[in-house]
């Protein structure tokens, strides 16, 4: 199962790429962060956010998206750019007829961590070890966005085999073939090359 997930921000979007199944190794296809300037209008932003999650999915040709579901915060401001983007992602995946899941940051902290209350950096360190990495993802928005999209490949595995097992079932015949599909999209500020860390 190829998952590409989204750690959804206006300042800062975290795009994370595995691929694997649940209890096998995971492979990291690509990660990165798209960047945009807070001083830019919110449509030219979103814009921005928008082609290059259309570039991922044209590249990484994932077999679902997973975004992190948006929660209240005392910042309002803060949460509604989030949300924004957020509803970018989906739209970018709905588009193309991929299924889309909505995780918790909870819900992804348990499944990577084992604990719903873990921080950041627990979630950078078991994302690093989980696809045997060199060095943590960076910023968080990227190991975050990894950290998504193993949540889905462990817990939309099941979902996806049941879904496939009954697409075959009624259509009487073979499941798809594996696709040899590669893509390494990279970061991203505005259309330029970026690697450095900021505040989201």
Do not use: Y
């Amino acid at each position: 199962m190829r998952v590409m997930g989204v750690d959804p921000g206006l300042t800062r979007c975290g795009l994370g790429a595995v691929e694997g199944r649940p209890g096998a190794p995971l492979s990291l296809l690509s990660v990165g962060v798209v960047r945009t300037p807070p001083d830019d209008d919110i449509g030219s932003r979103l814009v921005v956010i928008e082609a290059e999650i259309e570039r991922w999915l044209d590249e990484i040709k994932p077999d679902a998206v997973a975004v992190e579901r948006v929660f209240a915060q005392h910042n309002v401001r803060t949460v509604m750019g989030t949300a924004q983007a957020s509803a970018v992602a989906i739209v970018c995946a709905a588009r193309r007829g991929l299924p889309v899941a909505l995780h918790t940051p909870s819900e992804v902290k348990a499944a990577i961590t084992g604990n719903g209350n873990a921080d950041k950096k627990q979630v950078g360190t078991m994302v690093t070890r989980l696809l045997r990495l060199d060095a943590m993802p960076k910023p968080a928005d990227a190991a975050d966005a990894l950290a998504l999209a193993i949540c889905h490949v462990w817990r939309g595995g099941v979902q996806h085999r049941l879904a496939d097992a009954l697409a075959r079932a009624r259509s009487g015949g073979a499941g798809p073939a594996a696709s040899g599909r590669t893509g390494r999209p990279g970061d991203v500020a505005a259309g330029r090359p970026d690697r450095g860390g900021s505040t989201r």
